[in-house]
């Protein structure tokens, strides 16, 4: 491996590109506000496809 492909070169430059503040914050909630937020974020999701699904419908 060249000095610019080892395993430390490679996470620097991943780390560069991750916000590590929302990192912290997340990992100040509790267990509980990260599963109910994760729940609300799959139900925007579910809501979102399915307004896909509607805005993609051949109008009559």
Known sequence: MSPDNTPDAVIELYKRDVDRSLLRENLRRTI?????????????????ARAIRVAERPSP
């Open 32 to 48: 509980d506000e990260r599963l109910r937020m994760n729940a609300e974020l799959v139900e925007f999701g579910e809501l979102l």
